[in-house]
């Protein structure tokens, strides 16, 4: 069994910066691609980013790229996300998933467990 906490989340304005952290237990979580994912009131849950199992490979939603950064340690069984220049559209809960593969995917089907979220508002 795998759990994963989240903490990381508040209330921030927009333009300011955000790290969330997803740590694990239970099982290392090296051998395994990480995700972010999030969603907003009234919305579907939406890719975020993922992380492949070496952090050599990143992949990011359109609508984070070059502002949001995914990172792992493996030694610590923790992944990041380093987000900046946040924006009011990115209000959501906040979740961390561990990979069913080495791979990152970007379909939450290849994700077998999840964080509880954490809830991340950014005001105008």
């Known amino acids: 069994q795998v759990q994963l906490l989240e903490p990381g989340g508040g209330l921030v304005q927009a333009g300011g910066s955000l790290r969330l952290s997803c740590a694990a237990s239970?099982?290392?979580?090296?051998?395994?691609?990480m995700g972010w994912f999030r969603q907003s009131p009234g919305k579907e849950r939406e890719f975020v980013a993922t992380?492949?199992?070496?952090?050599?490979?990143?992949r990011y939603a359109d609508s984070v790229k070059g502002r949001f950064t995914i990172a792992r340690d493996n030694a610590k069984n923790t992944v990041y996300l380093q987000m900046n220049s946040l924006k009011p559209e990115d209000t959501a809960v906040y979740y961390c998933?561990?990979?069913?593969?080495?791979?990152?995917?970007?379909?939450?089907?290849?994700?077998?467990?999840w964080g509880q979220g954490t809830q991340v508002t950014v005001s105008s």
């Open positions: 239970g099982r290392t979580l090296s051998v395994y691609a």
């Open positions: 992380i492949n199992w070496s952090g050599g490979s990143t």
């Open positions: 998933a561990k990979g069913i593969y080495p791979t990152n995917y970007v379909d939450e089907s290849r994700y077998d467990y």
